[in-house]
C-alpha cells in the first residue's frame, strides 16, 4: 500500500518538474509515516527516484520556502540538497511527534550552503544541538535550545546589531546556567510593567547607523526575543 502510494506521488510529481519552469514560492517534504523512516529502503528509494527525477526535467528544486516534517537531521539533509540554492529564503523544520524531547543535531545541515542563504529559519518540536553562531546569519528565526548563558545572549546580541535587515529571533530554552549574573551584570534593564522578580526585562542597543535598535527581551515562560525595533527614548537606550 505504501509503495503503491509512493510510486502515485512520485509521477505526479515528474509530471509537475516537467512543465513548471518557475521559481515555486513554497515547497513541503512530510515524512510522517513509519515507512518513510530515514533509513528503511522505501525512503532510500523514494530520495534516490526523487533525485533522478530532478535530473531529468530541471536540476534541482526551485523554491523559495520549503518545509520539512521529519525524524532525523538527515532527511532535511536529502531534501536540502536536492535544492536550487539560490532562490531560497527560508528553511521550516518540524517534528511530527512534536513533543520538545528529541534531541535535533545540526552537524551535517550547518556544513550546507542552503544553511548559509537562507535568511528565515524556524525549527518546531526539537530540542536543538548546536553552536549559537550557526543562528547569527538569520533574520528571522524560531528555535528551541537545551542551553542559554551570557556568552551566548552577548555573541547573538553583537552579531544582531551588524545584521542588515535584521527582523526578530526567538529563542526558548530549557535552561540558563547563570541567569541571575545575566540580570546583574548584562546591562540596567527596562522593567515592563510592576517592579517584581519575575517580570519581562528588556534592554534597548543602538543599532549603529541606523533610526533603528536592538530589543532584547526576557521571557517569565524560559524564553528570550531579539528585535529590531524603532529607537526609544534615550534614556532607556544603551550605547555599545
Same mark, same amino acid.
Given at each position: 500500500?505504501?509503495?503503491?502510494?509512493?510510486?502515485?506521488?512520485?509521477?505526479?510529481?515528474?509530471?509537475?518538474?516537467?512543465?513548471?519552469?518557475?521559481?515555486?514560492?513554497?515547497?513541503?517534504?512530510?515524512?510522517?509515516?513509519?515507512?518513510?523512516?530515514?533509513?528503511?529502503?522505501?525512503?532510500?528509494?523514494?530520495?534516490?527516484?526523487?533525485?533522478?527525477?530532478?535530473?531529468?526535467?530541471?536540476?534541482?528544486?526551485?523554491?523559495?520556502?520549503?518545509?520539512?516534517?521529519?525524524?532525523?537531521?538527515?532527511?532535511?539533509?536529502?531534501?536540502?540538497?536536492?535544492?536550487?540554492?539560490?532562490?531560497?529564503?527560508?528553511?521550516?523544520?518540524?517534528?511530527?511527534?512534536?513533543?520538545?524531547?528529541?534531541?535535533?543535531?545540526?552537524?551535517?545541515?550547518?556544513?550546507?550552503?542552503?544553511?548559509?542563504?537562507?535568511?528565515?529559519?524556524?525549527?518546531?518540536?526539537?530540542?536543538?544541538?548546536?553552536?549559537?553562531?550557526?543562528?547569527?546569519?538569520?533574520?528571522?528565526?524560531?528555535?528551541?535550545?537545551?542551553?542559554?548563558?551570557?556568552?551566548?545572549?552577548?555573541?547573538?546580541?553583537?552579531?544582531?546589531?551588524?545584521?542588515?535587515?535584521?527582523?526578530?529571533?526567538?529563542?526558548?530554552?530549557?535552561?540558563?546556567?547563570?541567569? *541571575?549574573?545575566?540580570?546583574?551584570?548584562?546591562?540596567?534593564?527596562?522593567?515592563?510593567?510592576?517592579?517584581?522578580?519575575?517580570?519581562?526585562?528588556?534592554?534597548?542597543?543602538?543599532?549603529?547607523?541606523?533610526?533603528?535598535?536592538?530589543?532584547?527581551?526576557?521571557?517569565?515562560?524560559?524564553?528570550?526575543?531579539?528585535?529590531?525595533?524603532?529607537? *526609544?527614548?534615550?534614556?532607556?537606550?544603551?550605547?555599545?
Amino acid at each position: 500500500m505504501n509503495e503503491d502510494f509512493m510510486k502515485v506521488a512520485q509521477n505526479d510529481l515528474r509530471d509537475i518538474l516537467k512543465h513548471h519552469k518557475a521559481v515555486m514560492r513554497g515547497g513541503m517534504f512530510s515524512f510522517q509515516n513509519e515507512s518513510f523512516h530515514f533509513r528503511s529502503p522505501l525512503y532510500f528509494d523514494y530520495i534516490t527516484n526523487l533525485g533522478n527525477d530532478l535530473q531529468a526535467t530541471n536540476g534541482n528544486f526551485k523554491i523559495k520556502h520549503i518545509e520539512c516534517i521529519v525524524l532525523h537531521e538527515d532527511q532535511v539533509v536529502d531534501i536540502l540538497q536536492l535544492v536550487d540554492l539560490e532562490p531560497l529564503k527560508s528553511i521550516r523544520i518540524m517534528s511530527y511527534v512534536q513533543n520538545y524531547e528529541d534531541i535535533f543535531s545540526l552537524d551535517r545541515l550547518v556544513t550546507l550552503p542552503h544553511w548559509r542563504k537562507a535568511e528565515q529559519l524556524v525549527v518546531s518540536g526539537f530540542i536543538v544541538n548546536a553552536s549559537i553562531q550557526n543562528f547569527s546569519h538569520f533574520k528571522k528565526a524560531e528555535l528551541f535550545v537545551l542551553n542559554m548563558s551570557i556568552g551566548k545572549v552577548n555573541t547573538l546580541k553583537n552579531a544582531y546589531i551588524a545584521l542588515p535587515g535584521f527582523n526578530r529571533v526567538f529563542i526558548e530554552y530549557r535552561h540558563f546556567s547563570d541567569f *541571575p549574573n545575566f540580570l546583574e551584570n548584562f546591562a540596567h534593564p527596562f522593567v515592563e510593567g510592576p517592579q517584581l522578580d519575575n517580570d519581562i526585562r528588556g534592554w534597548f542597543f543602538t543599532i549603529p547607523s541606523s533610526d533603528k535598535a536592538l530589543h532584547i527581551t526576557i521571557h517569565r515562560n524560559h524564553g528570550i526575543t531579539f528585535r529590531a525595533v524603532e529607537r *526609544p527614548p534615550p534614556d532607556i537606550l544603551i550605547i555599545n
